[in-house]
């Protein structure tokens, strides 16, 4: 499927019109169906329809076989993201995944019991999100769906988007999207959040933008009012040079993003806090055991968002809620989208926190007709991957690409 999206800049570019996403249904023969969300791009697609043929047969309960036989389907695959991006992940992976989320919804629905329960049961009934902060371009009217806030790219219009997403949604943290201006606007930008919200926690993720003395330099200045800095430079060496010089503490979701990745982290120090993602760290039962990793290694865990619809933030508060060590806000692109493909519309954020969904599985149910739509919409937009940094050419005919920059 293709959503309308909105120009939302990162430092190697800026997203496209529509963003991509893949629905899977698994059907048993006693009729019941398990829903999941994953990513949309070409090589996942790939993924998952190499795969799909040889599920057929496999007991809904049996995990361990399911991994057997996507790793057989999909000998020496590599990963899934094109080379503008900043990490990888491996299609075993997130092809596991995505197929994992429907057996588990089949799970559910089998037992009578919520997701959640899968997976240790709830330790929390409804999970805490961040407000994710994005400076942006204002969206051009030839392209699909409707703006939101206009330009943003300066630190008084991104306040004034941080001020409409809290009387929204209530949120209560705020994670900036950085490395897009000069990092003094962005050290402005932070100043002036911790100026009008007081009280709430603060973050910011440059995406590998700066250098370790720029970073260094943004520690000093702000170090004080921030929760935690995520992937400020680029690499495990870079990001173990910065610890060792500075007492804030560092998150990751480009340099670990595999449980191999964990022991070089702890080698070097290189950072205190991951953040969880069931869509590749090996489904909701793997990110679950990452919370397990974590709390015996004394590291934090949060958890990351990619740009997602209702079936994958439901399956994320299930996985948030059976985590007892995962006592940050949530990441969410959800406020940024109008659309979804569940029944019933979006599921509610209320003083920024997502109840956990009630019924058996997920808890959610597709809307058919809305699949269709956005479907079609895959069909006529022509899209199959995603390239933030040709896009950015469209608003920037000079733009040259550099991680990091400053």
Not at 19 to 33: K, N, P
Not at 53 to 66: A, K, Q, S, V
Not at 122 to 137: C, N, S
Not at 353 to 361: D, I, L, Q, S
Request: proline letters at 5%; hydrophobic letters at 45%.
């Amino acid at each position: 499927m293709a959503i309308p999206d909105v120009p939302l800049v990162n430092t190697k570019g800026v997203h496209q019109a529509v963003f991509l996403r893949a629905i899977i249904e698994m059907e048993t023969d006693t009729g019941l169906v398990g829903i999941g969300e994953s990513y949309g791009g070409a090589r996942a697609l790939n993924g998952l329809r190499r795969a799909a043929d040889g599920l057929i047969g496999l007991d809904p309960f049996h995990l361990n076989e399911l991994r057997q036989r996507v790793e057989a389907a999909l000998p020496d695959s590599g990963g899934i993201n094109a080379p503008t991006m900043l990490t990888q992940h491996q299609v075993v992976d997130t092809t596991y995944s995505a197929f994992e989320i429907p057996l588990l919804d089949i799970q559910g629905k089998h037992l009578n019991r919520p997701l959640c329960d899968l997976l240790g049961g709830a330790v929390r009934d409804r999970v805490g999100f961040g407000a994710y902060l994005f400076y942006k371009f204002a969206k051009p009217a030839d392209q699909p769906g409707e703006d939101m806030f206009g330009e943003v790219m300066t630190p008084d219009a991104l306040l004034a988007e941080a001020r409409s997403l809290v009387d929204t949604y209530g949120f209560k943290s705020f994670k900036l999207k950085g490395g897009v201006l000069d990092p003094d606007l962005e050290i402005e930008t932070m100043r002036k959040l911790r100026e009008a919200f007081p009280h709430a926690p603060l973050r910011i993720d440059p995406m590998g933008a700066w250098r370790v003395p720029t970073a260094l330099r943004v520690c000093d200045a702000i170090g004080d009012i921030l929760e935690y800095l995520e992937d400020p430079v680029r690499g495990m060496d870079a990001m173990a040079e910065l610890s060792a010089q500075t007492d804030v503490l560092l998150s990751t979701n480009l340099v670990v993003v595999e449980f191999e990745q964990i022991l070089e982290a702890l080698e070097k120090d290189a950072v205190q806090i991951i953040l969880s993602d069931h869509h590749y760290w090996r489904g909701a039962t793997g990110a679950r055991h990452l919370g397990e990793v974590c709390r015996a290694a004394r590291l934090g865990v949060s958890m990351h968002s990619n740009t997602h619809l209702g079936v994958s933030l439901a399956a994320m508060v299930h996985v948030a809620a059976a985590t007892p060590n995962l006592t940050y806000d949530c990441d969410t692109h959800y406020p940024w989208t109008a659309h979804d493909v569940i029944k019933g519309g979006k599921l509610p954020i209320v003083e920024g926190a997502v109840a956990v969904p009630v019924g058996a599985g997920l808890g959610v149910a597709l809307d058919q007709d809305a699949v269709a739509e956005f479907h079609a919409l895959y069909v006529a937009e022509g899209l199959r991957d995603r390239e933030d940094t040709d896009e950015m050419l469209k608003y920037v005919p000079d733009y040259v690409r550099v991680v990091p920059r400053w």
